[in-house]
Nanobody
């Protein structure tokens, strides 16, 4: 079972930026991020298959960028122009699967412990 460890969460003001990182203990083709705010269903945010097959939730498109460094088994989520509604616990998720859709990230077989992102207005 792959182990995933996230880092990089924190508190920022609206309009600010954060970068999340997720280190995997072993390689998985499909990796992504999902988030869950209190009282809400998990929401897939972004997913990456291989190096460059990427998709995003509409709510974060043009603001968030997912990338990966396979030499480090690490993925990143660069979050710009953050909004209060982006406040949530952000999870890294991974699975060897195809297709690799961001919307399915909450269902991937492996997930990390989560890192909190709080955006104040």
């Amino acid at each position: 079972q792959v182990q995933l460890v996230e880092s990089g969460g924190g508190s920022v003001q609206a309009g600010g930026s954060l970068r999340l990182s997720c280190v995997a203990s072993t390689y998985r083709d499909c990796m992504g991020w999902f988030r869950q705010a209190p009282g809400k269903e998990p929401e897939g945010v972004a997913a990456i298959y291989g190096f460059d097959r990427i998709n995003y939730a509409d709510s974060v498109k043009d603001r968030f960028t997912i990338s990966r460094d396979n030499s480090k088994n690490t993925i990143y989520l660069q979050m710009n122009s953050l909004k209060p509604e982006d406040t949530a616990l952000y999870y890294c998720a991974a699975e060897n699967r195809y297709p690799c859709y961001s919307g399915d990230a909450p269902k991937y077989t492996a997930r990390g412990q989560g890192t909190q992102v709080t955006v104040s207005s």
